[in-house]
């Protein structure tokens, strides 16, 4: 995405607050982020936007990153009906059963340790190196793990504001 701005950038930036709710709430699952994107508009270019979500990803409390992660299927198992899991996750569809089923025995050691999803920037990732990321992040500290988590959802909403805002 370059710094001008789009048709995409502009629909956005003139959405009604009801409407651009909506839209940012498929980006993101969490109301915190979404009125700090909400509260910021107009966005001269998509890097503003880019560099908004990124401010709004950073000052998060806890309780806020929660409710962004609960928007977010365990990988492996995209929520039924919902494209942008299924494309993002991709990377699964093809794994063989062996590589799912020790997906979802580590999904659930993971989720048991820290009390969530884990969360990835599947995107373009192969199943293998989902599998390799939980292995190792599942030993990390509480507080390590809750600021990869940030990282990793600040770069899946990078990803969906940049479809949103695309030239179509």
Not at 59 to 84: F, N, V
Request: with cysteine; glycine share 8%.
């Amino acid at each position: 995405m370059t710094s001008s701005s789009t048709p995409g950038l502009a629909r956005f930036n003139t959405l009604a607050d009801s409407e651009a709710t909506a839209v940012l709430h498929e980006v993101c699952a969490g109301a915190a982020w979404g009125r700090a994107i909400l509260s910021r508009r107009p966005y001269a270019t998509a890097d503003a936007l880019f560099a908004a979500s990124d401010a709004a990803m950073a000052e998060l409390t806890a309780a806020d990153l929660a409710e962004a992660m609960a928007g977010h299927p365990p990988i492996g198992r995209p929520k039924p009906g919902d494209p942008t899991s299924s494309h993002e996750q991709r990377g699964m569809a093809g794994a063989s059963e062996e590589l799912k089923t020790e997906m979802l025995e580590l999904n659930l050691a993971y989720q048991e340790r820290f009390g969530h999803v884990f969360l990835i920037c599947a995107t373009g990732a192969t199943g293998e190196q989902m599998r390799d990321a939980v292995r190792t992040r599942i030993g990390n500290p509480p507080e390590r793990e809750r600021e990869n988590v940030r990282t990793e959802l600040g770069k899946i909403n990078r990803i969906r504001l940049a479809r949103l805002v695309q030239d179509s």
